[in-house]
């Protein structure tokens, strides 16, 4: 499916349905498709995040899993 994350956690956490994270180089861009669907599950109460390094990634679904996110939804 054109702008799928590129992972995904499927365990509900903190009040969301599962997390999706984009892996983004420090200058890369999301796609239409990619913003598009972020929203979309944002929606259906599923949590979506945009990582700058696989540490930040890694931090990020730690956190999630502890219920100790910081990130919030954007929806539209």
């Known amino acids: ?3 799928m994350p590129d ?3 499927i365990e509900a956490c903190g009040g969301f349905h599962g997390l ?4 983004k180089t420090a200058t ?7 913003k598009a669907l972020q929203l979309h599950l944002n ?3 599923y949590l979506c995040a945009v990582t700058r390094s696989a540490q930040e990634g890694f931090e990020i679904i730690k956190e999630y899993l502890n219920g100790e996110s910081k990130h919030t939804v954007r929806t539209g």
Do not use: D, I, P, T
């Open 43 to 45: 929606n259906k109460g």
């Open 7 to 9: 992972l995904c956690v």
């Open 1 to 3: 499916m054109a702008g």
């Open 28 to 34: 890369g861009q999301q796609s239409k498709e990619q």
């Open 20 to 23: 999706f994270v984009e892996m």
